[in-house]
């Protein structure tokens, strides 16, 4: 079984629409696929119908946006409820946030030279949940960069580079109450992804187990061998369910699908007790309670 626990479609900033993804999934060889756009479900169902079509198996999640100190930690939730309020109202404030602060950042990049204008990069983002690399799509298309991951330097819109400026995000402890409370499970994200911000310490990680955080994400493209090996120790010692995952956005970034995966093992451990959430395909929205 070939399992890919972390993805993004043309909902947030990936480039393939949500059915796209399905299918670029199957063609990859997948058997399950987890949607993971940044602060949004709206990419759900449209996967859901390619699955039964597809006959692969997809978990619903979502990339949660959330800061700890001045932290950036993303952490991905799975399964959850997507009709509970609480949690339902703070996606809808994270996705009105980065609608203010993209347009902030267009204006910052403007100010710096930049021929880009709000209208377009609000086209290139389409539906999506908007966020810096539909900036970084502009940028490339104006000439100003030759490509997204160069946007991502200090001159643009790397974290604390010239045109940066900060978004809503929740307190992670905050976060999980939420998944737990609309019944899902919770990954962190890449913590040792130094390139995003600063890297989550050990205590900081345990602290998460503690408040129930179930996996953490050992193989990531931005993680090096020495982080997966620490990762994998602290994983064991702290109860924590190791996954792995491409972290794919289609064309924005160069990264393949099924790239790095997770262990069948693993992944029967992290959904656990939420068979709906493993269910192979045909499946009905009813039959999976989100
Ligand atoms: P935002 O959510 O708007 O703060 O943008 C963060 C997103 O930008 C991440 O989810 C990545 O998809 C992308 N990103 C962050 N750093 C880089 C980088 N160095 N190169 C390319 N994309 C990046
Ligand atoms: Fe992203
Ligand atoms: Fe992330
Ligand atoms: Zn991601």
Redesign the pocket.
Known sequence: MRIDLHT?SSR??GTDTPAELVEVAKDAGLDVLALTD?DTTAGWDEAFTAAGRLGVTVVPGA?I?CRLGRI?I?LLAYGFDRAEPEFGRERNLLRDD?ER??ELIVQRCQELGAPITWERVREIAGSAA????HV?SALVEAGVVAT??A??SSDW???NGRAYVT?YALDPFRALELVHSSGGVAVVAHPAAG??GWILTDDQIGELARAGLRGIEADHVNHDAAARERIRGLAAELGLVPTGSS?Y?GS??TVRIGENTTDPAAYEELFDGMPWVTQRPPHSEASRGV
Do not use: Q
Not at 130 to 133: K, L, M, N, S, T
């Open positions: 993004h947030s900033d940044h990339e946006s950036r993303h980065r602060r993209a908007i966020g810096r690399p970084a997204v991951d946007a991502f819109l790397a974290d978004k390139s995003r972290d956005h924005r970034k």
